[in-house]
């Protein structure tokens, strides 16, 4: 398998770091099936294969509206219990052959849940071709992660398509994951975010032109219009990001360096939803909600260190994971954000903790609990539905908070001062 990281880390209180974002890996197939079983979460049980009108080239084509998608969003009543949002995201979203893209699509399929895929657009671009890539101040055709073989940029699109037929996000990495030196994405301007955003689109509308390929069936979005959101290399660079992401229309940013288990805000504009820090079993400090800080504070950044101290690392991950969820469910509701990478990091062992995690939430959810598993963009359009009050008033309760005299009381009638928050950090909320 070739390796396609660079990593890098950012500092978050003692001891724990911040996740660099790193290529993806999966298993090549050659599916491309439209038709999707679902659960009650989606709009039916079944979709009929789209009529696909091409955009372009024919690289993208408009299919209609996405299926399996939840139903409206509605506001909160007064006295109502938020749902508990979750969301888990995949950085880069590249399929290189160790089946894990493919592995998630089925299990987001067991549970009902969807998910973003920020795609980095150089997986869907030859290396043939690299020089068609201008990265701002890095020479042409540069990429810190390197670019996919043929094979594997075929089965990137054919696990992209199905994913968003199976009612998932297509979000954005970028390009070449510049995380340092004098090139790295934390010194860009506004003006080559943009650069980079156009070209990162531009490989996912112009695939079919750049490699030449005709025997491969569109994406069956408009990815001017799918695209909504993204997450930086390395998180870093935001701030010179957002006025872009505005001024293009992005409705969210999850690039945000070491967030809060509290309710989000909007930074110029845009829903900021950053990883989380969430509790470290056996630690005295958190860890960011991604795999690769798991990895950075247990083997000091090592992707391949001895396999005797896997069973326990999977274990403290996978708790990680779960004490985060449940200190935001039992608590403020908070959303709970997790990021991912397809790789296979110290014998794959964070794939695993990620899919326990998932499960534990999966069936929390089927016990009856009101608990969603979205995607970014889902997630932001139930806030956009939110009276502005009623967001506020959510946003008083800290990390591990309960709302004052129980939820009834909480959301009910004009906030006042003294119905903000208790520090109990222990009860059930709902």
Excluded at 128 to 138: G, T
Excluded at 145 to 157: N, R, S
Excluded at 270 to 294: C, H, K, T
Excluded at 334 to 351: D, K, L, S, T
Aim: hydrophobic content about 35%; charged content about 20%.
């Amino acid at each position: 398998m070739r390796t396609l990281t660079r990593r890098g880390a950012l500092g978050l209180g003692a001891g724990a770091v911040a996740a660099a974002g790193l290529a993806g890996c999966g298993t090549p197939t050659e599916s491309d099936g439209p038709s999707r079983t679902r659960g009650s979460g989606g709009e039916g049980t079944s979709s009929p294969k789209p009529t696909a009108r091409p955009i372009g080239d024919g690289s993208t084509s408009f299919t209609g509206k996405q299926p399996h998608q939840p139903g409206k969003p509605e506001p909160l009543e007064p006295g109502q219990t938020p749902p508990q949002f979750v969301v888990f995201s995949w950085d880069g979203a590249g399929e290189v052959g160790n089946g894990l893209f493919p592995r998630f699509l089925e299990l987001a399929k067991e549970h009902d849940a969807h998910m973003t895929f920020f795609l980095s657009g150089l997986y869907l671009l030859p290396e043939s071709k690299k020089r068609l890539y201008d990265p701002p101040n890095n020479r042409r055709g540069a990429s810190d992660i390197g670019y996919l073989t043929d094979e594997h940029v075929k089965a990137t699109l054919t696990n992209v398509r199905s994913a968003w037929l199976d009612g998932h996000e297509i979000g954005t990495h970028f390009n070449g994951h510049f995380c340092s030196g004098s090139g790295t994405v934390a010194n860009w301007t506004p003006q080559q975010w943009r650069s980079e955003i156009d070209q990162a689109k531009s490989f996912v509308k112009e695939w079919r032109t750049n490699t030449g390929w005709r025997d491969l069936p569109s994406l069956p979005f408009d990815y001017d219009k799918e695209l909504v959101g993204g997450r930086t290399p390395c998180l870093l660079g935001q701030d010179n990001l957002l006025p872009t992401a505005r001024e293009l229309g992005w409705r969210y940013d999850a690039s945000s360096p070491g967030g809060r288990q509290v309710w989000p805000q909007k930074r110029a504009g845009i829903w900021d939803l950053p990883l989380q820090a969430i509790p470290f079993p056996g630690r005295g400090f958190e860890v960011l909600s991604m795999d690769y800080n798991m990895l950075a504070n247990q083997s000091i950044n090592s992707t391949n260190a001895p396999a005797h101290n896997y069973p326990a690392w999977r274990e403290q991950s996978a708790g990680s994971y779960i004490a985060g969820f449940k200190r935001a469910y039992e608590t403020n509701r908070a959303p709970f954000f997790v990021g991912n990478h397809f790789e296979q990091w110290n014998g794959g062992i964070y794939m695993d903790a990620v899919e326990e995690a998932l499960k534990h939430i999966g069936r929390e959810k089927e016990k009856g609990a009101d608990i969603r598993l979205v995607s970014f963009r889902q997630f932001v359009d139930w806030l956009d539905v939110q009276k502005p009050e009623v967001l506020e008033q959510l946003r008083t309760l800290d990390v591990g908070q309960q709302p004052a005299g129980g939820w009834k009381s909480f959301l009910k009638g004009t906030p006042t001062a003294s119905s903000t928050a208790s520090s109990t950090a222990s009860a059930n909320a709902a």
